[in-house]
Protein backbone atom coordinates (compact mmCIF):
# COMPACT_ATOMS: atom_id res chain seq x y z
CA UNK A 1 0.00 0.00 0.00
CA UNK A 2 0.88 3.43 -1.03
CA UNK A 3 1.85 5.59 2.27
CA UNK A 4 0.85 9.02 3.17
CA UNK A 5 2.31 11.36 0.47
CA UNK A 6 3.52 14.93 0.09
CA UNK A 7 3.75 17.38 -2.32
CA UNK A 8 5.90 19.27 -3.28
CA UNK A 9 8.57 17.62 -1.38
CA UNK A 10 10.58 20.82 -1.42
CA UNK A 11 9.54 24.85 -1.80
CA UNK A 12 11.51 27.26 -2.08
CA UNK A 13 9.25 30.84 -2.61
CA UNK A 14 9.70 34.66 -2.12
CA UNK A 15 7.84 36.08 0.97
CA UNK A 16 4.91 37.61 0.31
CA UNK A 17 4.00 34.42 -2.46
CA UNK A 18 1.06 32.67 -1.76
CA UNK A 19 2.30 28.45 -0.90
CA UNK A 20 0.29 25.66 -1.02
CA UNK A 21 1.73 22.18 0.52
CA UNK A 22 -0.43 19.19 -0.96
CA UNK A 23 -1.28 15.73 1.13
CA UNK A 24 -2.88 12.20 0.14
CA UNK A 25 -3.43 10.02 3.45
CA UNK A 26 -3.58 6.06 3.22
CA UNK A 27 -6.43 5.08 1.36
CA UNK A 28 -9.15 4.67 4.49
CA UNK A 29 -7.81 6.35 6.78
CA UNK A 30 -10.13 8.54 8.40
CA UNK A 31 -8.26 11.10 10.37
CA UNK A 32 -5.29 13.82 8.59
CA UNK A 33 -2.75 15.80 10.31
CA UNK A 34 -0.88 18.16 10.14
CA UNK A 35 2.60 19.12 12.01
CA UNK A 36 5.28 22.06 11.23
CA UNK A 37 8.96 20.80 12.34
CA UNK A 38 11.08 24.14 13.32
CA UNK A 39 14.61 24.32 14.99
CA UNK A 40 12.81 26.44 17.69
CA UNK A 41 9.98 25.34 18.54
CA UNK A 42 10.14 21.51 17.45
CA UNK A 43 7.34 18.86 15.93
CA UNK A 44 3.87 21.12 16.64
CA UNK A 45 0.95 19.95 15.48
CA UNK A 46 -0.84 22.37 13.77
CA UNK A 47 -4.57 21.18 12.62
CA UNK A 48 -6.36 17.33 12.29
CA UNK A 49 -9.31 16.54 10.21
CA UNK A 50 -11.77 13.68 11.20
CA UNK A 51 -13.71 12.53 8.29
CA UNK A 52 -12.35 15.77 6.25
CA UNK A 53 -13.99 17.80 8.89
CA UNK A 54 -11.50 20.28 10.92
CA UNK A 55 -11.54 19.40 14.52
CA UNK A 56 -8.60 21.18 15.99
CA UNK A 57 -7.22 24.12 14.58
CA UNK A 58 -5.74 25.35 17.65
CA UNK A 59 -1.86 24.77 16.60
CA UNK A 60 -2.57 26.61 13.49
CA UNK A 61 -0.23 30.14 13.86
CA UNK A 62 -2.02 32.67 12.34
CA UNK A 63 -4.75 34.15 9.92
CA UNK A 64 -2.28 33.26 7.21
CA UNK A 65 -2.93 29.89 7.49
CA UNK A 66 -5.40 27.63 6.11
CA UNK A 67 -6.35 24.11 5.43
CA UNK A 68 -8.86 22.74 3.82
CA UNK A 69 -10.24 19.15 2.95
CA UNK A 70 -12.37 18.71 -0.15
CA UNK A 71 -12.43 15.15 -0.01
CA UNK A 72 -10.98 11.82 1.78
CA UNK A 73 -8.13 11.55 -0.55
CA UNK A 74 -6.69 15.05 -0.03
CA UNK A 75 -5.65 18.14 2.06
CA UNK A 76 -4.05 21.42 1.57
CA UNK A 77 -2.55 23.80 4.08
CA UNK A 78 -2.01 27.16 2.40
CA UNK A 79 0.09 29.97 3.68
CA UNK A 80 -0.66 33.33 2.23
CA UNK A 81 1.07 35.67 2.29
CA UNK A 82 4.26 33.55 3.42
CA UNK A 83 6.59 35.11 5.20
CA UNK A 84 10.39 34.23 5.73
CA UNK A 85 9.66 32.55 9.61
CA UNK A 86 7.45 30.03 8.10
CA UNK A 87 10.41 28.42 6.56
CA UNK A 88 9.85 24.60 7.96
CA UNK A 89 9.82 21.03 7.16
CA UNK A 90 5.51 19.97 7.27
CA UNK A 91 4.53 17.04 7.51
CA UNK A 92 1.08 15.34 7.11
CA UNK A 93 0.17 12.53 8.86
CA UNK A 94 -2.93 10.12 8.48
CA UNK A 95 -4.99 7.24 11.00
CA UNK A 96 -7.41 4.90 10.91
CA UNK A 97 -10.19 5.53 13.72
CA UNK A 98 -10.05 3.20 16.20
CA UNK A 99 -6.34 2.80 16.26
CA UNK A 100 -4.23 5.12 17.38
CA UNK A 101 -1.01 5.03 15.43
CA UNK A 102 0.07 7.52 13.35
CA UNK A 103 1.48 7.60 9.63
CA UNK A 104 3.66 10.08 8.54
CA UNK A 105 4.32 11.19 5.10
CA UNK A 106 8.04 12.58 4.06
CA UNK A 107 7.50 16.09 4.59
CA UNK A 108 7.97 19.20 2.55
CA UNK A 109 10.86 21.18 3.24
CA UNK A 110 9.23 24.68 2.90
CA UNK A 111 12.03 28.05 1.84
CA UNK A 112 10.73 31.55 2.13
CA UNK A 113 13.28 34.21 1.35
CA UNK B 1 -1.45 19.52 28.07
CA UNK B 2 0.72 16.23 28.63
CA UNK B 3 4.18 17.38 28.34
CA UNK B 4 7.18 14.86 26.92
CA UNK B 5 10.75 14.60 28.01
CA UNK B 6 13.57 12.60 26.35
CA UNK B 7 16.89 11.80 27.62
CA UNK B 8 20.07 12.17 27.23
CA UNK B 9 19.39 15.13 24.38
CA UNK B 10 22.67 13.98 22.41
CA UNK B 11 24.62 10.51 22.38
CA UNK B 12 27.59 9.29 20.09
CA UNK B 13 27.97 6.02 19.49
CA UNK B 14 31.20 3.82 18.56
CA UNK B 15 29.78 1.38 16.06
CA UNK B 16 28.80 -1.73 18.08
CA UNK B 17 27.84 -0.19 20.88
CA UNK B 18 24.75 -0.35 22.39
CA UNK B 19 22.31 1.91 24.52
CA UNK B 20 19.06 3.34 26.12
CA UNK B 21 16.95 6.14 25.61
CA UNK B 22 14.31 7.36 27.70
CA UNK B 23 10.40 8.98 27.21
CA UNK B 24 9.45 10.19 30.23
CA UNK B 25 5.64 11.48 30.06
CA UNK B 26 3.58 13.24 32.71
CA UNK B 27 -0.01 11.97 32.08
CA UNK B 28 -1.58 8.85 30.67
CA UNK B 29 -2.16 7.93 27.35
CA UNK B 30 -3.77 5.93 24.46
CA UNK B 31 -0.95 6.14 22.19
CA UNK B 32 3.04 6.54 22.45
CA UNK B 33 5.36 5.92 18.91
CA UNK B 34 8.96 6.01 18.57
CA UNK B 35 10.15 7.35 15.38
CA UNK B 36 13.25 7.86 13.62
CA UNK B 37 14.36 10.98 11.98
CA UNK B 38 16.71 10.46 9.06
CA UNK B 39 19.61 12.60 8.13
CA UNK B 40 17.23 13.40 5.38
CA UNK B 41 14.86 14.31 7.32
CA UNK B 42 11.88 11.28 6.90
CA UNK B 43 10.25 10.38 9.94
CA UNK B 44 10.24 6.46 9.58
CA UNK B 45 7.38 4.49 12.47
CA UNK B 46 9.58 2.45 14.36
CA UNK B 47 6.93 1.44 17.24
CA UNK B 48 3.59 1.67 18.65
CA UNK B 49 4.22 1.24 22.10
CA UNK B 50 1.66 2.45 23.97
CA UNK B 51 2.27 -0.43 27.01
CA UNK B 52 4.52 -3.72 27.05
CA UNK B 53 7.17 -4.89 24.97
CA UNK B 54 8.10 -4.62 21.51
CA UNK B 55 11.44 -5.91 19.20
CA UNK B 56 12.03 -5.48 15.93
CA UNK B 57 15.62 -6.51 14.55
CA UNK B 58 18.54 -4.53 16.51
CA UNK B 59 15.63 -2.26 17.98
CA UNK B 60 13.29 -2.81 20.81
CA UNK B 61 11.05 -0.60 23.17
CA UNK B 62 9.46 -0.97 26.67
CA UNK B 63 6.72 1.28 27.64
CA UNK B 64 5.16 1.03 31.60
CA UNK B 65 2.45 2.99 31.54
CA UNK B 66 1.86 2.96 35.10
CA UNK B 67 4.88 4.81 35.68
CA UNK B 68 4.67 7.13 32.68
CA UNK B 69 7.85 6.23 30.86
CA UNK B 70 9.15 4.78 28.12
CA UNK B 71 12.65 3.01 26.72
CA UNK B 72 13.92 2.62 23.41
CA UNK B 73 16.98 -0.01 22.95
CA UNK B 74 19.53 -0.11 20.33
CA UNK B 75 21.88 -2.71 19.61
CA UNK B 76 24.78 -3.35 18.12
CA UNK B 77 24.57 0.24 16.53
CA UNK B 78 25.49 0.42 12.99
CA UNK B 79 26.03 4.29 11.41
CA UNK B 80 22.46 3.60 9.96
CA UNK B 81 21.23 4.36 12.97
CA UNK B 82 22.12 7.86 13.42
CA UNK B 83 19.48 10.28 13.04
CA UNK B 84 17.30 12.03 15.94
CA UNK B 85 14.84 9.67 17.87
CA UNK B 86 11.43 11.20 19.07
CA UNK B 87 9.29 9.84 21.60
CA UNK B 88 5.49 11.25 20.51
CA UNK B 89 2.34 10.87 22.87
CA UNK B 90 -1.38 10.95 22.59
CA UNK B 91 -2.52 11.82 25.46
CA UNK B 92 -5.72 10.07 27.15
CA UNK B 93 -7.40 12.87 29.21
CA UNK B 94 -7.21 16.69 28.17
CA UNK B 95 -4.82 16.19 25.07
CA UNK B 96 -6.81 13.72 23.06
CA UNK B 97 -5.86 13.40 19.12
CA UNK B 98 -3.16 16.06 20.39
CA UNK B 99 0.06 14.21 19.49
CA UNK B 100 3.08 15.76 21.92
CA UNK B 101 6.25 15.28 20.23
CA UNK B 102 9.51 15.40 22.59
CA UNK B 103 12.45 16.75 21.88
CA UNK B 104 14.38 14.22 20.62
CA UNK B 105 18.27 12.55 21.15
CA UNK B 106 20.43 13.38 18.25
CA UNK B 107 21.65 10.12 17.94
CA UNK B 108 25.57 9.78 16.11
CA UNK B 109 27.26 6.68 15.10
CA UNK B 110 30.61 6.84 14.34
CA UNK B 111 32.59 4.13 12.73
Redesign the interface.
Known sequence: DAGVIQSPRHEVTEMGQEVTLRCKPISGHDYLFWYRQTMMRGLELLIYFNNNVPIDDSGMPEDRFSAKMPNASFSTLKIQPSEPRDSAVYFCASKLAGVWEQFFGPGTRLTVL | GIQVEQSPPDLILQEGANSTLRCNFSDSV??L?W?HQNPW???I?LF?I?SGTKQNGRLSATTVATERYSLLYISSSQTTDSGVY?C?V?GATDSW?????G??TQVVVTP
Open positions: NNQFGQLNYPFADGKFQFAG
